[in-house]
């Protein structure tokens, strides 16, 4: 992992947000670069009925795939959030984990749609599961990939 990329994990880590919330992210893997976030229940993200807000859920699996993406293509692309669901499947009580990474395949795939057509939406998903790697939930995120330069989506 270059200095960038630990920067980068520090600064996310204790983004206010994560701070607050008590999201805690690590990398598990030097190649491909692969991310981590946990949370552990507490009250600062409980929510009525006792049980992980459903806010920080989604707040957990947010920024990585753009960040990911981001770092792996370089300067030469724009990459930004374009869409994102979440399904809740069961309540998350204890500390629930997601996973990210993106295989330099599929970076090399997406690479190659953005030079071609000028831009790619690439979709990904993440599981959020429980100390039992039971499915809590599954965010899907669509990210928007463009040359630096090509004319902004409509």
């Known amino acids: 992992m270059n200095t960038r990329q630990r920067w980068l994990l520090r600064f996310v880590s204790l983004w206010p947000p994560f701070l607050g919330a008590g999201i805690r992210v690590r990398v598990l893997a030097e190649d491909p670069l692969e991310f981590e976030s946990r949370l552990r229940l507490a009250w600062s993200n409980r929510n009525w009925v006792g049980t992980h807000y459903g806010g920080s859920l989604y707040s957990m699996c ?16 724009v990459v930004w959030d374009k869409s994102a669901t979440i399904r809740y499947l069961r309540p998350g009580r204890g500390t629930v984990r997601a996973r990210f990474a993106i295989p330099e ?12 057509v000028g831009r790619a939406t690439p979709r990904f998903e993440c599981v959020v599961l429980d100390g039992s790697d039971e499915r809590i939930a599954v965010v899907e995120k669509v990210i928007s990939v463009r040359l630096a330069g090509a004319p902004e989506p409509i």
């Open 62 to 77: 947010d920024p990585f795939y753009m960040i990911l993406l981001a770092e792996a293509l370089g300067p030469g692309f």
């Open 105 to 116: 395949q599929r970076i090399e795939e997406i690479r190659a749609e953005a030079e071609s």
